[in-house]
């Protein structure tokens, strides 16, 4: 457990969970804390898990955490196996989930803009949103090349591994990012960067240049360009293009980004009112 936070309550895999960050504002109710502390650990670790598994995680007395899950999984936000001593995400989280999508105004302001660099770019296109130091993806446009389906809506992923979130780091002011930011950061691949100095130091790049990239630095392979959208200040949602490194070609690469910046502009106007 780190320093400085509630007892019993842990971070999440990607920094503090947002139940966490809240509680340390004091005056909640200690039982709402302690659900939402829950759900957000099933949500950030897929599959099933034992009590034991979820009481060493979470570290609440054994009793109180045995009621409290037998409550949840009476309302659907938790599931067990057959033998109902392993616990999981239920479907009201995916319920709750999908209605935040549904109803959130850039989701769907973006649509159009999203649909069109999907056919300029024939590559992968996300939206995703800055929640603290983590990136949570909004939507997603399957690349032209696969067959096999794939999205990452609803993943969240540590910004400064992510051309997305480092797009989003960029428009915060470098005592801000070091504020937000631990100085030594999580590795994802041999290629992420893991100092903060250092990722302060590409941001003013990104700054000058308009979009940043992701160099195999969240999966091995791939290549990411990510643009921040300036409805707001500092930025909240990006858009990127993906490619697999063995595809791209200079020319394809200067084809991305020139798409990339046109989306940006059309999707600044169609949030210019939110």
Known sequence: MSDGGIPGVRPTEHGAAP?????EGGG?????VRTVELLEFFAGRPGMHSLAAVQEAVGYPKSSLY??????????WVETDATGTRYGIGVRALLVGTSYIDGDEVVAAARPTLDRLSDDTTETIHLARL???????L???QSQHYLRP???VGRRLPAH?????KALLATHSDEQVRKMLPETLARLTEHTTTDR???IEELALIREQGYAVDREENTVGLRCFGVAIPYRTPARDAISCSVPVARLTPAHEQSIKDALFDARDRLTLATRHL
Do not use: W
Not at 19 to 23: D, I, K, T
Not at 28 to 32: E, I
Not at 131 to 137: I, K, L
């Open 28 to 32: 909640q109710v200690k039982s709402a």
């Open 150 to 152: 794939f999205t990452r």
């Open 161 to 165: 591994s992510t051309s997305l979130g």
């Open 197 to 199: 100095e250092k990722l």
């Open 131 to 137: 929640d603290g130091t983590s990136v949570v993806y």
């Open 19 to 23: 139940a966490q960050r809240v509680a």
């Open 139 to 141: 939507a997603t446009r």
């Open 67 to 76: 009621m409290l899950l037998r409550t949840l999984v009476e309302l659907g």
